[in-house]
């Protein structure tokens, strides 16, 4: 199941379609500040929360958690951002050092 904004779930309908995985995966579109589609038993938030202010994304990990079976996982793959963010520091996220 991919879960994401209407505007990405359009893209992605093509792309899963030509590699043949349309059958495979349900794309569903919401908003995780809302709420979160439940049937899952992990969780995979990927450069999702690092968008949002601190008490917004909390609400998505509690809206995460919420539809969670008693032995489900959420899991986070995010970036740690500097505390002040200037146009420079992207290029510098994705530098091999």
């Known amino acids: ?3 994401d904004r209407q505007e990405s779930i359009n893209r992605a309908v093509s792309r899963f379609e030509s590699n043949g995985l349309a059958a495979r995966c ?3 579109s919401s ?5 979160v589609p439940d ?3 992990v969780h995979v938030l990927k450069h999702v929360l690092h968008g949002y202010e601190d008490d917004a994304a909390i609400g998505i990990l509690r809206n995460c958690h919420s539809v969670l079976p008693k032995h489900g996982r959420l899991l986070v ?10 146009r420079n520091c992207h290029a510098s996220w994705f530098s091999k050092t």
């Open 77 to 86: 793959i995010d970036f740690v951002l500097p505390d002040t963010v200037t």
């Open 39 to 41: 049937g899952a038993d």
């Open 26 to 28: 349900k794309l569903l």
């Open 31 to 35: 908003d995780l500040c809302q709420e």
């Open 1 to 3: 199941m991919l879960v």
